[in-house]
């Protein structure tokens, strides 16, 4: 049953991502984005200073665009990438591969923990906007408030990385479902890339995590049955 359940989940929730995410990479990117970015509410998570958060709410079309993305971010996106991963989680628990309870409950674990640190980083942003209204010069936002707001946009995509490479070890026990292993890989050393990176011109890389993880996703369907399940 987890099986099924897991292979109907991954597959709608990574169509929807790459659905609405996609189109963007087929306009021109936004002028003052990282190298490779073009979607500025990712950038805007990992703004180095009020500077740089002030552009990216202006390249958002705005606060009021900016406040209403969060407002669906935390009452539709964060639950139900985090009941994907759950449900992930616990299929992987079911698994006749070694470490399979181990490596189900670090999912569940590090999944629970990226919902509340992106709930914690959209509490900063919308700090960092209520500072903007104040002067949308951004004279008013606050590196103070620019740093905690990073750190916990960091440990979230840390905390995905860390699910789409524990995810990747079952795949890698069938050579049919080699394909899906590397691209949870890949997606995890994307993220990775990107969030070393990020102070130094790499943070698009973590936009091109987000990619692959759609793409994983909606292939997971395809890769789910060639895991073994437990021997009863």
């Known amino acids: 049953m987890w099986s099924w359940i897991a292979r109907i989940f991954a597959f709608a ?7 609405f ?10 002028e003052g984005l990282p190298r490779g970015a073009h979607l500025p509410g990712i950038s805007l998570e990992l703004a180095l200073d009020p500077a740089e958060a002030a552009h990216f709410i202006d390249l ?3 606060p009021r665009y900016v406040l209403a993305s969060l407002d669906f971010d935390d009452h539709a996106v964060i639950p139900i990438y985090v009941a994907l991963l759950v449900v992930l989680g616990i299929w992987l628990l079911g698994r006749g591969v070694p470490l399979a309870r181990v490596l189900g409950v670090l999912v569940i674990g590090a999944a629970l923990l990226a919902g509340y640190s992106d709930r914690r980083e959209n509490q900063g942003i919308r700090s960092i906007v209520a500072q903007y209204q104040n002067d949308p010069s951004g004279g008013q936002i606050q590196q103070d408030t620019v740093d ?3 750190g916990w946009s960091i440990l979230k995509w840390g905390l995905l990385a860390t699910t789409m ?5 079952p795949f890698f026990a069938r050579r049919r479902s080699l394909p899906i292993a590397a691209l ?8 990775t890339v990107g ?18 993880m759609g793409f994983a996703w909606l292939l997971t369907f395809a890769g789910i049955g060639a895991v073994p399940p437990t021997q009863r």
């Open 184 to 191: 949870y890989l890949l997606c995890a050393l994307t993220y």
């Open 148 to 150: 905690p707001m990073r």
């Open 165 to 169: 490479a524990l995810l990747s070890v």
């Open 195 to 212: 969030l070393v990176g990020h102070r130094v011109g790499f943070a698009g890389f973590v936009e091109w995590g987000f990619f692959l």
């Open 60 to 62: 958002q079309r705005g």
């Open 13 to 19: 929730v990574g169509a929807l991502m790459l659905y």
């Open 21 to 30: 995410g996609l189109p963007a990479l087929f306009r021109p990117a936004p």
